[in-house]
């Protein structure tokens, strides 16, 4: 049973472009979130979502957008990139539910120069 | 406005030695509480959680927490720690959501804990 998995691994963006990160949630998880980690610090929640539908969103600016499909994939796009958005970007997955366990995928390393 | 805590940035301990790391947090309601485990380089590893219940939960690799509500803290302990255990710990707290689950995590800044041989 594969994890959350999510893609590319790396990429290098250049300031002003916008970037498209994807995850695959763990089998049975149909929520999605997504976290935003810079070198040093914890992990900061971006937004997260269940049926199609952005359900909380944490404090980020509009460049950052997303979407999820009906199989319970997701990406995340931000535009406009700045050299501040140079982090470590987490997907987590979790059944809906009392109790259930959060996954946390690999990440993807966003380097802007 | 939910947030976490971890006073101790870095820790040293000796590989036997048992081990203890500080969480505090700020909430309302009941909380989700969490902690993880990242390696260099790599995603975030459920280590337990407390949801509701008893307030000493176990987790994987030997790990245990307590839920102190008077004292706003869930600190983590091992008694005794192995080289492998060298890595960033991070506690989080999570809102409960209209579904049940834990709605999005707000992480403390981590504790990178060092292992001497």
């Known amino acids: 049973d594969a994890g959350v998995t999510q893609s590319p691994t790396h990429l290098i963006k250049t300031r002003g472009q916008q970037v498209t990160l994807r995850c695959s949630p763990k089998s049975g998880h149909d929520t999605v979130s997504w976290y935003q980690q810079a070198l040093g610090q914890g992990p900061q929640f971006i937004f997260q979502?269940?049926?199609?539908?952005?359900?909380q969103r944490g404090n980020f600016p509009d460049r950052f957008s997303g979407h999820q499909f009906p199989n319970y994939s997701s990406e995340l796009n931000v535009n406009a990139l700045l050299l501040g958005d140079s982090a470590l970007y987490l997907c987590?997955?979790?059944?809906?539910?009392?109790?259930?366990?959060?996954?946390f995928g690999e990440g993807s390393w966003l380097t802007v120069v | 406005a939910q947030s976490v805590t971890q006073p101790d940035i870095h820790i040293t301990v000796s590989e036997g030695a048992s081990l203890e790391l500080r969480c505090n947090y700020s909430y309302g309601a009941t909380p989700y509480l969490f902690w993880y485990v990242q390696s260099p380089g790599q995603g975030l590893q459920l280590l337990l959680k407390?949801?509701?219940?008893?307030?000493l939960v176990q987790g994987i690799k030997g790990f245990e927490a307590e839920f102190k509500r008077s004292q706003s803290s869930f600190n983590l302990r091992k008694p005794s720690v192995h080289w492998s255990d060298a890595a960033e710990y991070f506690c989080?707290?999570?809102?409960?959501?209209?579904?049940?689950?834990?709605?999005?995590?707000?992480f403390g800044k981590g504790t990178h804990l060092i292992i001497q041989p």
């Open positions: 987590a997955s979790r059944q809906t539910g009392a109790g259930n366990t959060i996954y």
């Open positions: 407390y949801f509701s219940g008893d307030t």
């Open positions: 979502y269940y049926e199609e539908e952005e359900r």
């Open positions: 989080a707290v999570g809102a409960i959501s209209s579904g049940g689950g834990a709605d999005g995590l707000t």
